[in-house]
């Protein structure tokens, strides 16, 4: 009944995740950092690109106001993504950094994409996978999922995320926070105009391979169960044992 409990616990959380992950037109920001490197992905809305990139539109609809999605699929979009996301930078205990482009792709805010954990992310931004029709190229149908890299990341001081400012009003951000492919923490934040999201770390030494392993929890609680079952075994035994001994 237990195991029962858990499962059906870890399936509602994941459902939970995936439905908040699935509203599109909005800000979203994963980050998954490990002791000597952070990744981080952006989901927004594509006609945000000039107020928020502070970067000209036409760098990315190019094509008589539209997408040349075909132009994405056959070169990519990596020098692209450097060109349109190089205003988004990071520090680090006051040390300035910037990031390198993964990857950037557009998809229809009609058929949103899961984005709330890292590997949601990575596809969203590697692969076309919704057909398009010229009418779906245009900036306000379209969402913008990015990826970006840096390896100058050490200790456990906040991480943060610089914005260009550009004159336009503060606004909320998801921000989901992973360190080392583990969820610390789901919650919004206000980016001011020209402003940066801090990224505080979990302050604690990640845990080893094994113990994260999903199938190792598994076995960990299975057997905790069976121990339990047999001491509660062996207790029914020596009470049934003791009572037909009394007189």
Same mark, same amino acid.
């Given at each position: 009944?237990?195991?029962?409990?858990?499962?059906?616990?870890?399936?509602?959380?994941?459902?939970?995740? !995936?439905?908040?992950?699935?509203?599109?037109?909005?800000?979203?920001?994963?980050?998954?950092?490990?002791?000597?490197?952070? !990744?981080?992905?952006?989901?927004?809305?594509?006609?945000?690109?000039?107020?928020?990139?502070?970067?000209?539109?036409?760098?990315?609809?190019?094509?008589?106001?539209?997408?040349?999605?075909?132009?994405?699929? @056959?070169?990519?979009?990596?020098?692209?993504?450097?060109?349109?996301?190089?205003?988004?930078?990071?520090?680090?205990?006051?040390?300035?950094?910037?990031?390198?482009?993964?990857?950037?792709?557009?998809?229809?805010?009609?058929?949103?994409?899961?984005?709330?954990?890292?590997?949601?992310?990575?596809?969203?931004?590697?692969?076309?996978?919704?057909?398009?029709?010229?009418?779906?190229?245009?900036?306000?149908?379209?969402?913008?999922?990015?990826?970006?890299?840096?390896?100058?990341?050490?200790?456990?001081?906040?991480?943060?995320?610089?914005?260009?400012?550009?004159?336009?009003?503060?606004?909320?951000?998801?921000?989901?926070?992973?360190?080392?492919?583990?969820?610390?923490?789901?919650?919004?934040?206000?980016?001011?105009?020209?402003?940066?999201?801090?990224?505080?770390?979990?302050?604690?030494?990640? @845990?080893?391979?094994?113990?994260?392993?999903?199938?190792?929890?598994?076995?960990?609680?299975?057997?905790?169960?069976?121990?339990?079952?047999?001491?509660?075994?062996?207790?029914?035994?020596?009470?049934?044992?003791?009572?037909? !001994?009394?007189?």
């Amino acid at each position: 009944m237990m195991m029962r409990s858990i499962l059906s616990a870890m399936a509602i959380g994941l459902t939970l995740s !995936t439905a908040q992950a699935q509203t599109a037109d909005t800000m979203t920001l994963i980050v998954n950092r490990s002791e000597d490197s952070a !990744t981080y992905y952006l989901s927004m809305p594509a006609d945000g690109i000039e107020p928020v990139l502070a970067v000209d539109p036409a760098l990315l609809f190019s094509d008589e106001g539209r997408v040349p999605i075909d132009q994405f699929r @056959l070169t990519g979009s990596f020098d692209l993504a450097d060109e349109m996301f190089t205003r988004i930078t990071g520090s680090l205990e006051g040390q300035p950094f910037a990031f390198e482009a993964m990857s950037m792709m557009v998809h229809p805010i009609s058929e949103p994409l899961p984005f709330a954990a890292p590997w949601d992310a990575y596809t969203a931004i590697s692969v076309c996978t919704v057909p398009y029709t010229t009418d779906d190229l245009v900036p306000g149908v379209l969402q913008m999922y990015y990826g970006g890299f840096t390896d100058q990341v050490h200790g456990d001081a906040p991480l943060k995320i610089h914005f260009p400012q550009t004159g336009r009003d503060a606004m909320d951000i998801v921000v989901h926070r992973y360190d080392n492919g583990r969820l610390m923490s789901t919650e919004v934040q206000t980016l001011a105009d020209g402003g940066a999201l801090i990224i505080e770390t979990g302050g604690r030494a990640p @845990l080893p391979a094994w113990v994260r392993s999903f199938g190792v929890w598994l076995a960990f609680v299975g057997l905790t169960l069976g121990t339990i079952a047999i001491f509660r075994a062996r207790h029914r035994g020596a009470r049934a044992r003791q009572l037909s !001994t009394q007189p």
